[in-house]
T-cell receptor
Framework: QQPVQSPQAVILREGEDAVINCSSSKALYSVHWYRQKHGEAPVFLMILLKGGEQKGHEKISASFNEKKQQSSLYLTASQLSYSGTYFCGTAFTGGGADGLTFGKGTHLIIQP | NAGVMQNPRHLVRRRGQEARLRCSPMKGHSHVYWYRQLPEEGLKFMVYLQKENIIDESGMPKERFSAEFPKEGPSILRIQQVVRGDSAAYFC?????????????FGEGSRLTVL
């Protein structure tokens, strides 16, 4: 039930765009995106809820296709600070009865 | 406003010893989650607790691992008779409401090394 992320890694030059995908084999209640820099704690980026509600940072955008059980994170005009590992986390119920299940992550490297 | 505090940050144990990892959630948060992370792996859910209650422990091994979140004090993840395979980073996260619909705030992690 672990979501599958793609690509596993991506290298960009500063200013380029990237899309990170997350797909699940099970119906989802919500998709969560986090970024983790090496040796640090994961940091919240965005939540996408069934029904279309989104909560997150203004400079981050993402989509959630409930029928396909897929989500994509869009990073535009990338900056050096965007480097890190991006994790999607999935929740199957809305009642808080299960913890998030995270994918293996997508490594993003931004070069000057 | 202090964030999620975990200690110790680094812990070294010999095989067969016990490891205790502590997590103090953010002020006002009553939901605590523990995750384990291996190199090049994602965060693997272990257990979800609210004050004095284990809500979901489906990700925690049945043997040697236990967790608690007492009425007073931090949440504790306890690993008895550690083995080399327990070496990992253990992250705690807290949330104000249920994490499924809200943001999780993660601590810096506790890195356990079993010799």
């Amino acid at each position: 039930q672990q979501p599958v992320q793609s690509p596993q890694a991506v290298i960009l030059r500063e200013g380029e765009d990237a899309v990170i995908n997350c797909s699940s084999s099970k119906a989802l209640y919500s998709v969560h995106w986090y970024r983790q820099k090496h040796g640090e704690a994961p940091v919240f980026l965005m939540i996408l809820l069934k029904g279309g509600e989104q909560k997150g940072h203004e400079k981050i955008s993402a989509s959630f296709n409930e029928k396909k059980q897929q989500s994509s994170l869009y990073l535009t005009a990338s900056q050096l600070s965007y480097s890190g590992t991006y994790f999607c986390g999935t929740a199957f119920t809305g009642g808080g009865a299960d913890g998030l299940t995270f994918g293996k992550g997508t490594h993003l490297i931004i070069q000057p | 406003n202090a964030g999620v505090m975990q200690n110790p940050r680094h812990l070294v144990r010999r095989r067969g010893q016990e490891a205790r990892l502590r997590c103090s959630p953010m002020k006002g948060h009553s939901h605590v989650y523990w995750y384990r992370q291996l190199p090049e792996e994602g965060l693997k859910f272990m257990v979800y607790l609210q004050k004095e209650n284990i809500i979901d422990e489906s990700g925690m091994p049945k043997e040697r691992f236990s967790a608690e979140f007492p009425k007073e004090g931090p949440s504790i993840l306890r690993i008895q008779q550690v083995v080399r395979g327990d070496s990992a980073a253990y992250f705690c996260a807290s949330s104000q409401g249920t994490g499924n619909g809200g943001e999780l705030f993660f601590g810096e992690g506790s890195r356990l090394t079993v010799l």
